[in-house]
């Protein structure tokens, strides 16, 4: 089978559902090649704690961009961009289909879109992206040259000189208001105006490099929290505790010999699990100092350290799934809706891992009908036609990524209380992110009983204050 165009395949989804698995099953059926966009996987070495994929797993298909950076160097997104496109080239001139495959979403959209869309999303709430603050220095030196104002100052300049952005920050927010506040002084434009020329040339723009078909491989969150613990245990039994004390060791060394601590960070220590066993490694190296060879039974205190650090290691594991899905549905999946309209198109498809026994189906030999389908250009099936819940889930999904300009923060009169309204004498002000956490939150339990609450006081004092409800 050749390629009767220089498409591209692209995996994602969340850590633990079987992306690599798949990767290699459609590689085989398709003649292709992995590529790797795991930003921790890229590293040599702890395979364990980077939950790579062993060279039995892998049957003999070629994977690039995996475990080949030094865990002393840093590698960013735009190293992985250039030679991830380098790889795609190589693999294409060989007429055979490059397969990408990664939880890094940031990666997949490096990679999916010529211009990076994440520097304008960046301020979208939920954004997990950590790419340098440019502005960082210019920020300070904006702040410095003007008389020290209350945050409460600042955000009432910006309210005069540009609303939309004040709309969407939180007053307390000093960072981003200084941020659009230094964009108007700096350039003498609203911050506003700079997003929305940025997001109308990218509306308009073929952003797309290559025809892509994009698999989404999901499973319904219980199950897969489930499957997400049972793998944080797996890890320890085959030895993860090993690989986060040689981890520590490495990142010591490196830091000793580059005479610096915290600003050199290493994209290895971001691992889901260094974090979170360091008391408990760190306690258990104390006691064991100077004790030599001496095995001696862990104290009830270390044996405590371990159990809560199994815990956070889950608790954190779920959340970075959870932020996956988030980006994956509310960025990733609209991107591609959006390129229908334009000439390089992007073919999105969630296939549902959620059934193990049903992965042969569901998975394997729905996304290999699929993948043959594009790579012949032949017309393909309806997404939504794949299974009830993809059917479900795309019908959630919008169109196109919504604007930053649209995205506004909205203030819940009903549920804020002054401090002579609040029980404990605490004034609490109740801000919500965005139309659909706002949405939310009429809907919540909460935010109902506050209104009853509200209403009953509006009856009996006669009192003309609560308008607008
Ligand atoms: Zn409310």
Known sequence: MSLTRKGLIAITGTTGVGKSQLAIELARAVN?????????????????????????????VPHHLLGFVDSSKEYNVRNFE?????KISEIHDRNRVPILVGGTNYYIQSVLFRKSLIKNDDYAAGAQSKLPDESAPVERAFEISKEPKTTQELWEELKRTDPVMADKWHPNNRRKILRSLEVLHA?????????????DVRNKEESLRFPTLLLWLYADKDILNKRLDDRVD??????????IAQLAKDLNDTSALSGSSDDFSLGLKQAIGFREFEPYLKAKATMFAGRGVEPMPETEEIESLRKSGLDDMKTSTRRYAKRQISWISNKLFPECRATMAKETKAYAFILDASVLEHWDSSV?????GIAKRFINSDILPDATSLSPTAAKMLAEIKDKPSSLLAWKRHYCSICSKTADEARDGTAREVWLSGDDEYSQHLKSRQHKKNL?????VAATSCSDSLKGE
Request: glycine share 6%.
């Open 187 to 199: 350039t003498g434009r609203k911050h506003s105006e700079w997003i929305k020329e940025s997001e």
């Open 364 to 368: 394997r030999e729905a996304s290999t």
């Open 82 to 86: 250039k030679d991830a496109l380098q």
């Open 452 to 456: 009853r609450y509200r209403k009953r």
């Open 234 to 243: 797996k890890m320890v039994e085959r030895g993860l505790f090993n690989e």
């Open 32 to 60: 292709g090649e992995v590529i790797n966009a795991d930003a921790l996987q890229v590293y040599k070495g702890y395979d364990i704690i980077t939950n790579k994929v062993t060279s039995e797993e892998m049957l003999a």
